[in-house]
């Protein structure tokens, strides 16, 4: 690829982290996941202890952190270690390797089709997905598990198309290294291999490529195993067996496809779009289909069967992971040799799909956070906690005070209030924490801040606010 097409592919990326950056703060709303995520990388970089304090509620928190891959831990531990800790420095990893994940996917489209049309719509079209943007913008470890998902099926192109095994050889320690930050990055590392021998037959780069992969996730394991049992047991096995669906494969598969339209309700042709992109070729013009597209046909039906089997339907994530592949896929056959008919009903699906995440995503989100911004703003919140929490006190508290707890000096835990421990209680003032408790009679309610949310164009976009409650503990701080 030219030095020119190659800037073109950065515009779209660099736009999409510099808007997003600019609503990082506001849009979405700090909550349960980013803390639950990055509370261990926190307490490691900046005192030192291997452990969380958002799950004391569970066993075994208190000595270890174990629930996810070490991945998406290490990142946030070298960027607390570095810049210190804050919402910014949580928010915007995560928003990088979003914006480096639409650039490998327009590279990757435009390495299979030599076209930079398909491989900007291929950018366009992600970087408008409303999860790619959420997940991206809140702490989570999505993006970074799709970008070297992504990097592992460019060196397998590459190593196609060379046959130097260096490239082989990058695609399984890429596809090793995206184990390490998701579940569902773990599935879809099986997917490529297991599509890369269904499409090559080629046994011995098989072989080479799962094994590649599989070492950065055995040595996770191992050492879990072998030092810290117990609590990898507790938390790795018992978190993944809690995602395990079961064997119910009819009721499964039907439950994805529902799962999958729910979250994508308000984004009809979207979908239409991806579906119409995967049957046309298939079903009238299949001599002029790319090998390329083919794998990647293959590695979204791989990691849908194998995410429609395995996962529980709790999540909006998992189903994002096959989505994009999907995206991909469709965008290596526009502008193929279809015939005129099915060209053209594929352009006005491509303008409506555009039209579908413009007007239902793009502008009504950005809008009501502009609109919201004063209910959204997180300033008041941490200037209240600082003000009535004094440095140094224990507070059971809720996701949402996370970084304002800590900013005023003190120590929050999500968990249960204990009246010989906690000093000062956060509740949300709606009463909808995941963490359902009764205040016990020795606190006081002190202050109530936060706003409620104003509807923007009838709909608040955000499923909570930042209205809390503070209770004192009138024996721990009479």
């Known amino acids: 690829m030219s030095l020119p097409k190659k800037l073109l592919l950065t515009i779209l990326p660099i736009l999409y982290i510099m808007?997003?950056?600019?609503?990082?703060?506001?849009?979405?709303?700090?909550?349960?996941?980013?803390?639950?995520?990055?509370?261990?990388?926190?307490?490691?970089?900046?005192?030192?202890?291997?452990?969380?304090?958002?799950?004391p509620h569970k066993k075994g928190f208190e000595w270890g952190y174990f629930a996810h891959p070490p991945g998406h831990f290490a990142?946030?531990?070298?960027?607390?270690k570095i810049f210190g800790f804050g919402w910014f420095q949580t928010r915007f990893t995560g928003l990088i390797f979003g914006g480096i994940f639409i650039f490998l996917a327009g590279y990757l489209t435009n390495t299979c089709t030599k076209q930079i049309r398909n491989a900007l719509l291929c950018e366009f079209t992600l970087m408008l997905n409303p999860h790619i943007v959420y997940t991206s913008s809140m702490g989570r470890m999505d993006t970074e598990a799709m970008t070297f998902s992504t990097l592992a099926i460019i060196f397998i192109y590459i190593y196609q198309n060379t046959q130097k095994n260096?490239?082989?050889?990058?695609?399984?320690?890429a596809a090793g290294?995206?184990?390490?930050?998701?579940?569902?990055?773990?599935?879809?590392?099986?997917s490529i291999g297991v599509s890369y021998l269904i499409i090559t037959k080629k046994w011995k780069s098989f072989i080479?490529?799962?094994?590649?992969?599989?070492?950065?996730?055995?040595?996770?394991?191992?050492?879990?195993?072998?030092?810290?049992r117990q609590y990898f047991y507790q938390q790795a096995i018992g978190h993944s067996t809690e995602k395990w669906a079961g064997m119910h494969i009819i009721y499964n598969f039907v439950d994805e496809i529902v799962r999958t339209g729910f979250n994508y309700r308000f984004f009809p042709f979207y979908i239409l779009f991806i579906l119409c992109g995967l049957l046309f070729p298939l079903l009238y013009n299949k001599r002029n289909n790319s090998p390329y597209f083919h794998l990647l046909i293959l590695i979204f039906l791989i990691d849908f069967i194998f995410t429609s089997l395995l996962m529980t339907k709790v999540s909006g994530y998992y189903n994002l992971y096959y989505i994009v592949i999907a995206n991909i896929a469709v965008c290596t056959i526009w502008q193929l040799r279809h015939t005129h008919i099915l060209q053209v009903v594929y352009n006005w699906l491509i303008i409506l799909c555009t039209v579908n995440l413009i007007i239902f995503y793009a502008i009504p989100h950005?809008?009501?956070?502009?609109?919201?911004?004063?209910?959204?703003?997180y300033n008041p919140i941490s200037e209240g906690i600082k003000k009535i929490i004094p440095p140094g006190v224990n507070v059971c508290g809720i996701p949402e005070a996370w970084y304002a707890v800590i900013a005023s000096g003190s120590n929050i835990e999500v968990t249960f209030p204990n009246p010989q421990k906690h000093h000062y209680i956060i509740k949300n003032k709606h009463n909808t924490d995941f963490l359902r408790y009764d205040i016990p009679p020795n606190y006081v309610p002190v202050a109530t801040i936060g706003?409620?949310?104003t509807p923007f164009m009838g709909f608040t976009f955000s499923s909570t606010d930042y209205q809390m409650t503070i209770y004192k503990n009138t024996i721990l701080c009479p």
């Open 19 to 55: 808007v997003n950056a600019y609503f990082l703060d506001i849009y979405p709303l700090f909550q349960y996941d980013e803390v639950y995520i990055n509370s261990a990388s926190h307490q490691y970089a900046m005192h030192g202890q291997f452990k969380s304090d958002m799950h």
């Open 75 to 80: 990142i946030q531990y070298m960027v607390y």
């Open 166 to 173: 260096k490239f082989l050889y990058l695609a399984g320690f």
């Open 177 to 190: 290294i995206s184990c390490m930050f998701h579940l569902c990055a773990i599935l879809l590392a099986i």
């Open 208 to 228: 080479i490529f799962g094994s590649l992969a599989a070492v950065p996730l055995s040595m996770w394991v191992g050492y879990g195993m072998l030092f810290h």
């Open 366 to 377: 950005y809008a009501a956070a502009l609109a919201q911004k004063n209910e959204r703003d």
């Open 451 to 453: 706003k409620e949310i």
